[in-house]
């Protein structure tokens, strides 16, 4: 049984268990997933590629932990949107799950992020999802009552 990190987009983090990169499918619940690897190859980040117009929210928890685990900086780690698997591999390449050093790993590289790369990447979260909240349909109000009616005129004949 393999022991993944499933991240949420609400910020939330679960353990779960994964067998196959189709089981990661399900939990991402999109295809055409995606792979990043942290530096020293011990994490893999599976995610489902945002699609132009889709208004998914970053998934702040997620991507601080790819920047935690990689070179990346505040500025350049690329934001992951929508739900985030993260797990292993084996020496073939094929799906591993996390052990409990792993996981242990994970926590104190994330409580290793400093102030200004939390601001950092947070201003870079609410530049990224602006946009979104500017497309989103306007309210309109009542539109106003307009009369075609002429007003009546007395007329003596």
């Known amino acids: 049984m393999n022991t993944v990190l499933y991240c949420s987009a609400n910020g939330a983090?679960?353990?779960?268990?994964?067998?196959?990169?189709?089981?990661?499918?399900?939990?991402?619940?999109?295809?055409?997933l995606e792979c990043l690897t942290s530096a020293d190859r011990q994490f893999d980040f599976w995610f489902s590629p945002v699609t132009p117009g889709c208004q998914r929210r970053v998934n702040q928890s997620a991507t601080e932990l790819l920047l935690a685990t990689t070179p990346f900086t505040a500025g350049t780690v690329p934001l992951l949107h929508g739900a985030v698997v993260v797990a292993t591999h084996d020496a073939d390449g094929d799906l591993d799950g996390l052990s409990w050093e792993q996981l242990d790993l994970l926590a104190?590289?994330?409580?290793?992020?400093?102030?200004?790369?939390?601001?950092?990447?947070?201003?870079?979260?609410?530049?990224?999802?602006?946009?979104?909240?500017?497309?989103?349909?306007?309210?309109?109000?009542?539109?106003a009552l307009v009369s075609c009616a002429h007003p009546r005129t007395a007329v003596s004949y």
Request: no cysteine; aromatic share 4%; hydrophobic share 25%.
């Open 13 to 32: 983090i679960y353990e779960t268990h994964a067998f196959t990169k189709a089981d990661i499918d399900q939990l991402v619940t999109d295809q055409g």
């Open 108 to 143: 104190r590289k994330n409580q290793s992020l400093t102030k200004r790369d939390e601001r950092t990447l947070e201003r870079r979260i609410a530049r990224a999802t602006r946009p979104q909240k500017r497309r989103a349909p306007k309210k309109t109000s009542q539109p």
